[in-house]
């Protein structure tokens, strides 16, 4: 399995409070990806990177901000969490020689 | 912009019997990659398989096979032998170049004893 670590694995906040979720690779991968999963719409796109520093928005962006200061680490950050992100967030990482995302084990995250 | 589209929101299939999940796609890249990807209750993505888009032949893995038809940007997976442990979540994906990825809506498939 590759090695992703997603933390916490479980979270409730309340409205109105900053939250950060933290993923962690040991694959020294380029890329690195936060999705939210919620039913009928699969998983969407947040924010991904594609090297140290540099990051760009996903399909649904808004609310949401994100760090990469080492390539192991891909921070996402809810600014001021609302009900709307009650969700299942997953990390994923790739490489350019390994054409596949690798998923970590998912947080869900309830806000209240 | 890129779309994939699982028109079939739940499914079952008799145990050991086949079943066949579609997925079409949207895309002006010529070059990509396509996935299956499962997701079991344990809510791990676990890839199912791969086809390369410049690759004619279709992908197998076992019980697991794919109906890649690049003209009509359609991508189905056949599971064959279906068994109690393919109950899940199917999600077909796509990659760009950038290794940029898309997901489907997703396919609930229920495998009935």
């Known amino acids: 399995d590759a090695g992703i670590t997603q933390s916490p694995r479980h979270k409730v906040t309340e409205t109105g409070t900053p939250v950060t979720l933290r993923c962690h690779q040991t694959?020294?991968?380029?890329?690195m990806y936060w999705y939210r999963q919620d039913p009928g719409h699969g998983l969407r796109l947040i924010h991904y990177?594609?090297?140290?520093?540099?990051?760009d928005k996903g399909e649904v962006s808004d609310g949401y901000s994100v760090s990469r200061s080492k390539t192991e680490d891909f921070l996402l950050t809810l600014e001021s969490a609302t009900s709307s992100q009650t969700s299942v967030y997953f990390c994923?990482?790739?490489?350019?020689?390994?054409?596949?995302?690798?998923f970590g084990q998912g947080t869900r995250l309830t806000v209240v | 912009a890129q779309t994939v589209t699982q028109s079939q929101p739940e499914m079952s299939v008799q145990e050991a019997e086949t079943v066949t999940l579609s997925c079409t796609y949207d895309?002006?890249?010529?070059?990509?990659?396509l996935f299956w990807y499962k997701q079991p209750p344990s809510r791990q993505m676990i890839l199912v398989i791969r086809?390369?888009?410049?690759?004619?032949q279709n992908a197998t893995e076992n019980r697991f096979s794919v109906n890649f038809q690049k003209a009509a940007k359609s991508f189905s997976l056949k599971i064959s032998d279906s068994q109690l442990g393919d109950t899940a979540m199917y999600f077909c994906?796509?990659?760009?170049?950038?290794?940029?990825?898309?997901f489907g809506t997703g396919t609930s498939l229920t495998v009935i004893p």
């Open positions: 994906a796509f990659m760009k170049p950038s290794n940029q990825f898309y």
């Open positions: 694959e020294n991968h380029r890329y």
């Open positions: 895309t002006s890249e010529n070059n990509y990659y």
């Open positions: 086809q390369e888009a410049y690759k004619q």
């Open positions: 994923a990482i790739s490489d350019d020689r390994a054409a596949e995302a690798f």
């Open positions: 990177s594609y090297g140290v520093k540099d990051t």
